[in-house]
């Protein structure tokens, strides 16, 4: 069995370091605490398989957004046969609700940022829609003429269909009237 002891620096208080230190500790079945330092640092006592000791040790190194690790310093230690599983060593009431209130304010600033680059990308889309929006003007535009043109040209056909069904009908009547007259039927 290891044991190491290990001081954190960097952005790890306020951030939910803590919480991913344990979560990894858990995975991994070693055992140990978490503890933040007045110094803004955070300590982590941990023991269990070598193996798994190192994995640990790598993992917390890269903890996930908006959690910062600049440095990490490992000293061996004694292991303490007692500690069965892993927790997190909590500070004073006053003080834990600040360290929640300070890893709420750190996302909320992440999500902020991301919806600054959102608006931005609106903005562009606005101008990108309004381009459309002139796009089918112009086209109801040039929809209208062409109905117009195309309304006037059916207006005339219908009006060349009536002068020629006109003259077919009067054929047709002067027609029957002399078929009527040569029969002697008028």
């Not at 230190?21 to 070693?30: I, M």
């Amino acid at each position: 069995m290891r044991a190491v002891s290990v001081k954190v620096l960097g952005r790890v208080q306020r951030v939910g370091y803590r919480r991913h230190v344990l979560e990894v500790a858990q995975e991994l079945g070693l055992a140990g605490y978490v503890r933040n330092e007045l110094d803004g640092s955070v300590i982590v006592f941990v023991q269990g398989e070598d193996g798994l000791v190192d994995s640990f040790l790598s993992r917390i190194r890269s903890p996930p957004p908006p959690a910062v690790v600049r440095e990490i310093v490992v000293e061996e230690v004694r292991p303490r046969p007692r500690l069965k599983a892993f927790q997190i060593m909590y500070g004073r009431l006053a003080d834990e609700l600040q360290e929640g209130f300070g890893a709420m304010q750190a996302i909320f600033t992440d999500y902020r940022g991301e919806f600054r680059d959102f608006r931005q990308e609106f903005r562009e889309f606005r101008q990108e829609f309004r381009e459309f929006r002139q796009e089918f003007r112009d086209f109801r535009d040039v929809s209208l003429k062409l109905s117009g043109e195309i309304l006037g040209e059916v207006r005339g056909l219908r009006s060349d269909l009536k002068t020629m069904l006109d003259e077919r009908l009067a054929r047709l009547e002067r027609d029957i009237a002399e078929i009527k007259a040569r029969l002697g039927l008028s």
